[in-house]
Each structure stands twice: as C-alpha cells, then as structure tokens.
C-alpha cells in the first residue's frame, strides 16, 4: 500500500504563504498527501527545509509504502564504507528524519513505530561508524592480538544504548547517550593499556563522525557522560573496571539508568554478557522500597538545578522535566520495576508503556492509572515530537509566547489553541497527582505522634540506640514514619505489649532503610508485623533478622488459595533450574521456603485456616522441598562420582511428615532406600560401591537441607527410624529394607511403616517401596503381635518420657503420641495403607478392632490435641505456658480451640485425655486378653 492510503491526520498550517508554496511545488501529490506537506511545511521551518532539498528522494518515497522506503535507507546506511561514512550518514539522516516526521504527523505511523524507526536508524549510525573504524584500526595493526576476522565482533568493544535509545523510545531531535565498553578478557595483560588507547581514539573519532556539524548536518549528539565515574574515566572503559565500580560505588540512580540499557552496536554478544553479569547491581533480590525516595530526591534536584519548581503554567512549561511531564511517567515506571524487578523477571522490560503494561499485569499499579499514564505518556511525547520538529532543536519546553502555542496547537491538528491548552493542562495537573502521590505520600507531621504513656515512652527512647537507625538515612526515613507508628502501636488492642513486642522486633534489626521504606510505602504491614510481634516475640525476632520474607506479603498472591505441593515442587524446581552454582541453588531453596512458610503461619495467626489446614501446609512445603531439592543434590554429587547406580534413590517420610501434618517446628523424619539392582560402584571421575555412593549421597542431602548457609537452614533432619536406628547406615538398600522388615524389624517399626510414604526421589523405585509396605503390612497384621508390641512401647515410652504438665500435648496417656500410636496399631491389624490418624481409626474400625464411639473418642481427643500443638508451635518457643503467653496469644490459643479461657481449655484437655486414656486401655486389655471384636 502507497504511503497515501495509511494517513489518518494532518498538521493545519500555522503560516499560510509557507503553505501555499509546497502546495505549489508538490502539486502533482494526491490530494490527502499534499494536505499533510502543507500542514508540515506551514508549522516546521526544519521539516520545509529537508522537504525542498530531499524533494526528489522524498516524492520517489511517498510513491510507495513507508516501511519499504525506510527498509531501503538502512540498508544504504549498511553499505556505506568509511570513506563516505560523514556524508552519507548525513544524508540518510536528513531523509529518515523527513521520512519519520512525515509518518508521524500523518498517523502512518503511531508513536512507538516512529520512536522505534527513529532508534533503530540511531543503532544502525553507531554500528555501522564504530565497526568501520575498528576495522580501520586492525587494520593497520593499532590494536594488538586482534585480525581482520575479529572486525565483525568489533573486537570485542560494544556500545550501550541508554535511555531512550536503550527503550527504542528515541524523540525526534534526540542526543544519543552511549556507553563505550571494551572486553579485556580478549587481550594479554602486557596488550591492555595499548587495546585501551586504540578503543578511546575509536570512541572519540566514532563520537566527532556522528555530532560533527558540518554542511550536510549532523547525524546525532553523541553524550557519553553516564559512564562509570565520567569525570575520570576514560570515553572508552574496560568491563571488568565498569563492574568492579558499579559493584562498590553504583548509585540507584546508574541502577534505574540500566533498566534501559542495551547492547546497540559492535560486539552484541558481549554486551549482553556484561549486562548480565550488572543484572545483580540493577535488580535487587529484595523488594527495594528505598528506591522511592532515591527517585523522589532526583526529581527535586532535577527541580532544583532546572527551576522547574512551582505551580504549572503553560507557557514555558518543560514537558519532559517540569511537573506532570514525561519524566514523571518514566520515573514511576521505573521506580516500581526497581522494587520488584529483583523478584519478578516479568518487569525487566524497557519501554516505558510496556514497564506499565507489566505493572499492571502483576498488580503493582492500578490497572486504570497504568491506562491514564500510558495514555498521557503517549500525548506528552507527541507535543515533545512537535516542539523539536519546528526547528530540529533538543528541546522540551513549551513555547513561551501566544504565537508559539498557536503554532504548536496546529502541527498538532487542532484549531482551537484554547482547548487544546484545556486539555494539556488538565493531563499535566492528572499526571503531577498520580505521580506526586506516589513519590511524596503524604505523611504525619511530627507534631501529630500521640502522647505516650510513661513505659511506652522509655521504650521509645532508646528506639535511637538500635542498629537498624545508626545511619542518616534509616533516621530520616523512620522519622516520616514515626508518628504513624506509634498511633498505631497505641491504637492496637494491648497497646502495653505491642510496644514491648514491637521493641523486641525493632532491636533485632540489622539495618533499618529498605525495611522502613517498605513500611511507608506500605503502612498496612506494620498492623501485621504488630500483630506478629505481639503473638510471638520469637516469630518477631526471625522476621527481625529475615526482613526480606515480608517481600512476599506485598507481592500479589500472598492471600491467594494454597497453590498444593505440586506447583510449589515445579515453582521451586523450575527457580532452582535457573541457578547454575550449587550453593545460591541452596540459598535460593531458603528464601523460597521461608516466604512460603512465612505465608502459613501468617494465614494461622490471622485466622483464615484453622490448625489441621496449617499442618497440611506445612507438611505440603516440606515435601516441595525435598522433592525440588533431590535433583540438584543427585546432581551435585553424580557430577564427581557418577550418575546413580541402578535404579537409584527414594526418601520415605516418617512419621509426622508421612502423615502429612507438621507443624510450624517440626522436624523432618526421613528414611532413605536405594536400588543398586547389581551394580556394584557408580561409573564417575571418583567412583564409589553402591553401599558407600548411597550413603555419602544421603549425608549430601542431610547437609543440603540442615547446613546454616547466608539464608538460614532449611529443616532439621531425624533419620532413627531407619532400619537399626542410630547404628545402622544412613541408607539402606531395598533388599536389606525388606529382609530387615520381614525378619528382624520390631513391632514398633512395624507400627512406624504404617505413617511411611515416598516424598522424593525415583518415582517408579517410590512406587515398588510403597507396593513393598502394603505387602508388609499385610504381612505384619497379627493382632495380639501388635497390642503386645504396643503396650511395650507404651510402657517404654513413660518411663523414658513422661508428660511434663497438663499442656504437655504429646508424652503421656491419651495424648497425641499415644494416640498416634493406637492408630498405627488399628492400621497395622487392619492391614491399611492409611496414613493419617482419622483413616487408620477408620480402618480400625472398619476391621472390628474399635468401636465406632471408641474412634469418635480418639479423633476427637487427637483433634484437640493437635489444635493446642499447633498453635503452640507457632507462638511459644517452649513448652507452653497459657500464663506467660500474653493476652494476644492466649486469644489466638483459644480462638483456635473455640474455649473461653485457658482454665476451660485445660478442662476439656484432661476431659479429652482421660476418655481417650480410657479407649485405648479397653483397646489394649480386649486384645491382651483375646477377647472379641469391639461392640
């Protein structure tokens, strides 16, 4: 299709004579294009100028389609030899930027094509003069080890585009900001300092053959200043030096710069390589609420250094830097990909429209602001277009005159100046809210702190003291916070123990300036970390020294469904895939389950699921874990001794985990079996028998999930209940495992099989051990073997464990390790697979060997239990203790239970253990006695 047949708008000439001439002289136009070269040649000396010195090029153009014409222009630009590089790129940039403004102004082209086209004909400049003269060089031998063949990489030296290059967001009479970096790995020691000098004299000759104004023109400003340290540095810079600064010196503003950066010209490859060995610096792990303020504070000194401040008015108004204008827009985009890029990859995006888009997407901004400010940003930029336009001049200020406006009203289409000055007016002032309101919340004045009382005081007063406010910053920023906090320390139902909860929390602070800054940009999470404080100094002292955990509260989903243990295991796995060192893999397995786990106990303090769900949860995580984990483990290991011998390696979970029900500190009962199927040694660089790789590989695990590493340890490991416990090898073969079970195992280990269950490792070998434990079971189902082995265990256990107090929820009779025990016992004699406490009761009533009021007495006991232990877990790091548990514990304590109070609580738990006391001692007597079935 001709260029005609796409426009859709044109500019109203602003001076008529103008546009009687090119009416004139391009009178062989049809009729719509020839509107659009009266309009332009009536508002833009510049654009008239290009129009009659390219009027041959530019008629032969518009003939056919833009994009076929602009295709055209670049791939003369490609072919240009260094000798005619100064001329010809001055031409090719006259006519692009003929080309361009003329899709612009007719609608051809919308704003993203056109800043697009604009930034690649910018890439294609820089290549095209950086590559020819880096051929020169090698050439005449000036840079040493390199040959002709290494003239298509440039030798290893790149050129990032930043800004608005680096979005392809170029404006129409825009500089170009590059970084020039060159990769010393390429050189010998004893050649750098000479590569280094050769790669300056390139930068500085490439930069003279773009922003040189001679005859022709100019192609474009060439601005290196946002290198590392410009003031010192060399135009040209090592990356290995550029690394080493941003590392130590890198201020957030270099961060929000390289959002944008991208690799524009020379040697691609390595430029993307050095970005993302920068992607560190760039994108915090964190959520880094203390970038606000860092932009904000660029925002007032671009005010400052511009005098840009005070109230809006037209009439010289910058529409890049003033209030409400473009940089607004970019600055809020940028901003929010800052705090949460680290995070969610999703963000890392360039453009500024498409940053927005992406913020939307993930509820980071309101889907209607996204949706304003992406619809300002693109009218502002517009105006930006036509100011620059008029006379190709690197401006962004609004014209200072009513001609001015007038003129700028028309090449943007409208006849009526006044609404047009309307309507920009109103999106300047929606603009400067929506951002101001980000950037500057409006915060208590100090003046508003509410009177303390005298203790709450004294607490207060040595808040100064703490690590987390020795710095300026962290001072500055707890102080706009101050007063909001401490209304709502006194607002809180107790507020005596939620200041001294929230002291304990406060004190345990490392550091204090992302973690306030979060806070103030999100005052809803001191409400929860008072609630947690208050609940549980000891949850509050590890949110203290895991601030980073509350990242995920704020994160999008923290209150969605539990997602189930499948698509925990493909998330963590699929994070853990794209690590490539061993120990961040476990440094990442860390964080990710201590959000996780963070996200359980919050919903159960808060109430919105009750004990058993918790467990589930828990115990959910835990398998994830283990069995994301198991991968980079065998890994690991195979890559020194071997990939597995036979047919490999499975974990059976014990115990509370083999339930499915663990509570907040559970540990981790684990057993694992192997395979070797008669291969006697593995087949890696270090082999090992069998015996000895299954063995060493189980401790790997071990140490994988209990080692202490930056990020904590995972979970602690119990491996006893193996085969011979503490005196028997860490891993047992299968076929030990089922001569052990079948010929020596005790009762007890017996009754332990019936709470086992595959967590991790080889699925199909998961499946013959869980084939294995049916038969057993089967096997094993001998009633009067069972209750003799039963009342021994029992028996055992309270010489050796007896309960310590009434809250005692495990040890002691008709509690929750002697129900436990009774249940594995109807599940064994009933020879069921079930492993929960309510399903084995179940199949022991189903089997005759229990009564169903004998069942409803135990699950109802075993639930109450359960209720009290997991609440306990949660919120005393003890034994428990109702009395030293504070008022807002003891009301989650009973909340949880539905008693009134902990007398009555404790009532119905020696109520509970009595009867269910009394069940098992019926159950246990019928069958020491060889009476019949239960009634």
Sequence with gaps: MTFAAHLTRAPIPYEPDRAAEAAERFAGQPPEVRALLEGTAGCSPYLWGLMTREDGWMEEALAGAPDTAFDALLAEVGDLPLDALKPGLRQAKRRAALLIALADLGGVWPLERAT???????????????????????????IPGLTEDDAATAGGMVALAMGKQGAHELNYSSDI??????????????DFHEARAAFVKITRRM??????????????????????????????????????????????WERAAHIK??????????????????????????????????????????????????????????????????????????????????????????????????????????????????????????????LQMVNDAQTHALPGTAHGMDRIARFMGEGDTAAWRARLTERLGRVAALTEGFFAPGTPRKDEAPELPDSAACIV?????????????????????RADLLRRLTAAPRPAEAFAAFDGFLAGLPAGVQLFSLFEANPHLIDL??????????????????????????????FAPWPGKARLSEELTARL????????????????????????????????????????????????????????????????????????????????????????????????IYDADGVEASDGRRPLAARAYYARLTQALVTALTAAMAEGKLYEVDMRLRPSGRQGPVAT??????????????????LALTRARPVAGEAALGDEVEALRRALLCEKADAARVVEGVVDMRARLAEAKPAKDTWDGKQGPGRGQDIELIASAAALVAASPATQVAGQIEAGQAAGWLSADEGETLCAGYALTRKVQAAARLISPGPLNPDELGEAGLAFLLRGTGAQSAAELQERLTEARAAAARVIEAILARGATGGGDAA
Aim: net charge negative.
């Design 116 to 142: 697009a086209a604009l930034t690649e004909f910018a890439d294609l400049c820089v290549d095209t003069a950086l590559k020819r003269l880096v051929a020169a060089e090698i050439g005449r031998g000036k």
């Design 177 to 190: 900001d590059l970084i020039c970096l060159f990769d010393q790995d390429r050189f010998d020691a004893a």
């Design 207 to 252: 930069t003279a053959l773009l922003s040189e104004l001679t005859g022709e023109g100019y192609v474009f400003r060439t601005d290196l200043r946002l290198r590392p340290d410009a003031s010192v540095t060399p135009v040209c810079v090592a990356m290995e030096a550029a690394e080493r600064y941003y590392e130590s010196l890198g201020r957030t």
């Design 261 to 386: 950066a991208r690799p524009c010209a020379g040697d691609i490859a390595a430029g993307e390589a050095y970005l993302e060995r920068l992607r560190p610096f760039v994108w915090r792990k964190h959520l880094d609420f203390a970038a606000i303020q860092d932009a904000h504070d660029m925002r007032l000194k671009i005010r400052s250094h511009k005098g840009l401040h005070g109230a809006i008015a037209l009439e010289g108004h910058d529409m890049k830097l003033g209030a409400g204008g473009i940089r607004e827009i970019e600055f809020f985009t940028q901003t929010r990909q800052l705090i949460a890029g680290g995070r969610d990859p999703d963000l890392r995006v360039r453009g500024t429209v498409e940053g927005l888009a992406r913020l939307a997407g993930k509820d980071w901004v309101p889907a209607d602001v996204a949706r304003t400010l992406t619809a300002d940003y693109r009218e502002h930029r517009e105006i930006e277009h036509r």
């Design 461 to 481: 007063e040595r808040w100064a003291g703490y690590p987390c406010l020795r710095s300026a910053r962290a001072r500055e920023i707890f102080g706009r916070l």
């Design 529 to 558: 970390i008072i609630d947690i404080a208050t609940l549980s100094p000891e949850l509050a002292q590890y949110l203290s020294r895991n601030a980073g955990v509350l990242d995920a509260v704020i994160g999008g989903d923290f």
């Design 577 to 672: 895939a794209a690590i490539d060192d061993y120990e961040r893999q476990l440094d990442a397995a860390r964080r990710w389950a201590k959000e996780w786990h963070f996200r359980i106990g919050v919903h159960f303090l808060r109430g919105l699921i009750p004990a058993e769900v918790a467990g589930a949860e828990y115990a959910d995580l835990a398998e994830a874990v283990l069995s994301a984990l198991w991968g980079p483990v065998v890994a690991q290991f195979s890559a020194k001794h071997g990939a597995p011998p036979g047919k490999g390696a499975v974990m059976l979970g014990m115990g509370s985990l083999g339930a499915g029900r663990l509570t907040a500190t559970s540990d981790l009962d684990l057993i694992v």
């Design 733 to 750: 073969s299968l076929q030990s495992f089922r001569a052990y079970q079948r010929d020596e195992a005790w009762t007890w280990e017996h």
